[in-house]
C-alpha cells in the first residue's frame, strides 16, 4: 500500500470544488472542500463519526452544538461523534479547508464541483476503500 503523501496546503488552496475526496482508508479520509462567500457545508450530525477541519485560506464560523466560533486561516477544528455542527463562510472570498472523517463518511473518488450537486446526488462510503 502506497497511502497518501502530499503538499496537503497547496491542494486545499489550489481545490475550487465544494467537495474533493482525495483518500480513502478503512478507518480515515481525506476531503477537500471550498465554500463560496456566504455558503456553508449545512448543519449535520455524525453520530458514529469524529471529524476534523483544518482550516488554509479564508474566513468563517464553526457551530458545534449552537455555540459560534469564528475560524480563519491555520485554525484546527475537532468535531466530536453526535454533536450537531456547520462550517459557515463569512468572509468575502473562498474559504479553503481540508477535513478528516474517521471513520470514512463518503464514497471514495468523488467530486463535486458545487453544495448544490452535492445535495443533489448522494454519496455516503460504501465500504470501498482508496487501495
Known amino acids: 500500500m502506497k497511502g497518501y503523501v502530499e503538499d496537503i ?3 486545499t488552496v489550489e481545490n475550487d470544488d465544494f467537495r474533493r ?3 480513502t482508508g478503512k478507518f480515515l479520509q481525506l ?3 471550498t465554500l463560496q462567500p456566504g455558503e456553508e457545508i449545512g448543519e449535520e450530525v455524525h453520530e458514529d463519526h469524529d ?3 483544518r482550516i488554509e485560506e479564508g474566513k468563517g464560523e464553526v457551530r458545534i452544538d ?3 466560533t469564528p475560524i480563519e486561516d491555520d485554525f484546527a477544528v475537532i468535531v466530536p ?3 450537531r455542527h456547520n462550517v459557515v463562510n463569512t468572509g468575502d472570498q473562498p474559504l479553503k479547508l481540508y477535513t478528516l472523517y474517521g471513520p470514512p463518511e463518503h464514497k471514495d473518488g468523488v467530486v463535486r464541483h458545487t453544495k448544490k450537486e452535492a445535495d443533489e446526488q448522494e454519496e455516503h462510503f460504501d465500504g470501498k476503500t482508496t487501495e
Open 81 to 83: 461523534a453526535g454533536a
Open 21 to 23: 475526496v482525495l483518500y
Open 51 to 53: 471529524q476534523f477541519f
Open 31 to 33: 476531503v477537500l472542500m
Open 66 to 68: 449552537g455555540v459560534a
Open 9 to 11: 496546503e497547496k491542494a
